[in-house]
T-cell receptor, first 116, second 112 residues
Framework: DTGVSQNPRHKITKRGQNVTFRCDPI?????LYWYRQTLGQGPEFLTY????????KSRLLSDRFSAERPKGSFSTLEIQRTEQGDSAMYLC??????????????FGPGTRLTVL | KQEVTQIPAALSVPEGENLVLNCSFT??????LQWFRQDPGKGLTSLLL???SQREQTSGRLNASLDKSSGRSTLYIAASQPGDSATYLC???????????WGAGTKLIIKP
């Protein structure tokens, strides 16, 4: 396994701009998750894909946020009209189909977004 | 609504001590529970996963227990080392969906 990769690692943008992040999961992992983490807090779930289907979305994922996973491989998370409150670490994770109740999620290094 | 709480928020102990980190959750209908480690500015590393039917899991110096009925899990670290210094997070996957619900973490400092 080469691990989950995320790009870019850091993004600084001005309020009102659009940003897009990319996540490449571990190959053979058909499940992909996006989370957001602010300082001193645990991550918050944003959305979940099984293959190319987006099966769950958090209420945190406002209409300014959209995620895609074309062809069930990499995923992108886009934030439109960024606000200062969007500043956070955006984490991507992937997992394989569970065996029993074991579906360990493997996380990427995250993309740190700063909105000025 | 599932809520996950971790106590204490921070812990500082001398090297060599055994220690216990606590995690509590409000809804016992869980699929599994995971403990993660997070180093400053870095992503999350899975340490142990306990399935809902299991009582404990062990990996090296780490042992995690699960008591679903009381809504509690503990992470036991034996013979702590400075390299164990990190934030430890507990996350619960509910029966009803695929997301993980997280505690805020315990920041652990092991003093040489």
């Amino acid at each position: 396994d080469t691990g989950v990769s995320q790009n870019p690692r850091h993004k600084i943008t001005k309020r009102g701009q659009n940003v897009t992040f990319r996540c490449d999961p571990i190959s053979e992992h058909n499940r992909l998750y996006w989370y957001r983490q602010t300082l001193g807090q645990g991550p918050e779930f944003l959305t979940y894909f099984q293959n190319e289907a987006q099966l769950e979305k958090s209420r945190l994922l406002s209409d300014r946020f959209s995620a895609e996973r074309p062809k069930g491989s990499f995923s992108t998370l886009e934030i439109q009209r960024t606000e200062q409150g969007d500043s956070a670490m955006y984490l991507c994770a992937s997992s394989r189909k569970p065996q029993g109740h074991t579906d360990t999620q493997y996380f990427g290094p995250g993309t740190r977004l700063t909105v000025l | 609504k599932q809520e996950v709480t971790q106590i204490p928020a921070a812990l500082s102990v001398p090297e060599g001590e055994n220690l216990v980190l606590n995690c509590s959750f409000t809804d016992s209908a869980i699929y599994n529970l995971q403990w993660f480690r997070q180093d400053p500015g870095k992503g999350l590393t899975s340490l142990l996963l306990i399935q809902s039917s299991q009582r404990e899991q062990t990996s090296g110096r780490l042992n995690a227990s699960l008591d679903k009925s009381s809504g509690r899990s503990t992470l036991y670290i034996a013979a702590s080392q400075p390299g164990d210094s990190a934030t430890y997070l507990c996350a619960v996957r509910p029966d009803s969906n695929y997301q993980l619900i997280w505690g805020a973490g315990t920041k652990l400092i092991i003093k040489p």
